[in-house]
């Protein structure tokens, strides 16, 4: 990866795209569509589709047409597995130009966005390929006189509800497994980052799934998102994205079909370090890492700093240091290290929630504004607030900016129940020598992960769910092919 392919990549036109259906590009019924803004530096990069209610229903007869016609949900595991590994070739071969048109399109910096979008991508599709034939059913221990079997079998039609953060990466670990176990699939993409999985839909077909298997509904969550939840034809849900969406989702679900609805929702994570940690200053550049990065649009960041007292104002220091001298700025370049904010809207909401951190008293360290506002692009300055409690507005609800507060704490005890003291149970980590210590903090923290002396980069082997309302189901490893079977029983008198 060089500036000069990237560069090259960046200065290409982008082609309006639309709907993709039953193996084509298709506008919206009603000829709806809705501009792309480039967060690097707010000017116009294309437009996409606004599907509207009837795009949906044609997108979901289309899914459980293929479903039926068995080209896919009754293809030999073999050969699904043949097609998912070609699909994963071909995210590789294309990975630059994929990485690149997802940036473009949100603004993740592209250093990030090789590795996490299109390099994630491509494992999960090969994760999926090798799992999927390696799952067998059952023989249940009945008494001699029957036979009891438990077949898993493809759900039929699957609709996945995915956010504009890291879009190829949380959209393949929906469409991935889902395929794999024989299903049709109803994509939705986030309206502010949808280019990068258009393309993917595409490269599904270009290497052999059959059409009508994965289509794309591109538009506004209110429409296309609203039509797809409460759509009597799709018999499972999977959404990665807010709690409010979230809700908005089990009522589609309750006032439609009763379809299974799998929620992979916000975070509040803390990142507990002890005074016994074993290198303050790595745990200060990981920790600045895992909430800065992306400019702190990720799910699993560590926006709430647990620091022991004894080390607080030296920990402390050693973030600010890392905060300042990190490189934000165009997202396209090699050596920048926190891109965009991903629209103009969202960088309000930081703001907003700067704004009212300093008015409920905390105090801040470092950053705490917009930058860089000659880009025409959404920038904002990695900030960290110290003398946060655990009461206030910052400390308890999800940023999704590159805002950090800090919490001082005395005791273990007390590290567990600030830790634990939100809504959400999505994240954490644990910074100690003391490996007693770590293993009762795994125990002892409600979360769907727990990292111990490091933050992130947990792989496909590892599942992703949150506890208490950061969500319910698995993205990633073999527990997530659960979410795409039903069970059947064949009870058979001999
Ligand atoms: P969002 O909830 O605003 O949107 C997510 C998706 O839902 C988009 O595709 C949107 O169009 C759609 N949507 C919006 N309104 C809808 C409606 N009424 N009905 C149906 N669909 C609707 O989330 P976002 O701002 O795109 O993403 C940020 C959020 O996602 C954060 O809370 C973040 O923590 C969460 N997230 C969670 C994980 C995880 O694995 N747990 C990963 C990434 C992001």
Known sequence: MDQSSIDALAAAPVAPRGLFIGGQWVTASNGAVLPVTSPIDGQP?????????ADVDAAVASARRAFHRGLWSRAAPAERKKVMHRIADA??????????LGVRDNGTEISMAIKAEPGSAAGTFRYYAEALDKIPGEIAPTAESVLGLVHREPVGVVGAIVPWNFPLMIGAWKIAPALAAGNSVVLKPSEV???SLLRLAEICTECGLPEGVLNVVTGLGAVSGEALGLHPDVDVLVFTGSGGV???LLEYSARSNLKRVYLELGGKSPNVVFADAPDLKQAAKVSAAGIFRNSGQVCVAGSRLLVQRAVAEEFTELLAAEARAMKVGNPLRLDTQAGAISSEMQLARVAGMVAQAADEGASLVTGGARILPETGGSYFAPTIFAGVAPEMTIAREEVFGPVLGVLPFDTEEDAIRIANGTDYGLAAAV???????????????DAGVVHVNTYGGADNTVPLGGHRQSGNGHDKSLHAMDKYVNLKTAWIQL
């Not at 990069?45 to 209610?53: F, H, K, Q, V």
């Not at 995210?91 to 690149?100: H, K």
């Open 193 to 195: 980052a949808s280019l």
């Open 246 to 248: 979230g809700r908005r």
């Open 431 to 445: 910074w100690t020598g003391n490996l007693g210590r770590a293993h009762r903090m795994v125990r002892a923290i």
């Open 45 to 53: 990069l294309t437009t996409i589709a606004d599907a509207s209610a």
């Open 91 to 100: 995210i590789e071969r294309e990975a630059l130009s994929l990485a690149v």
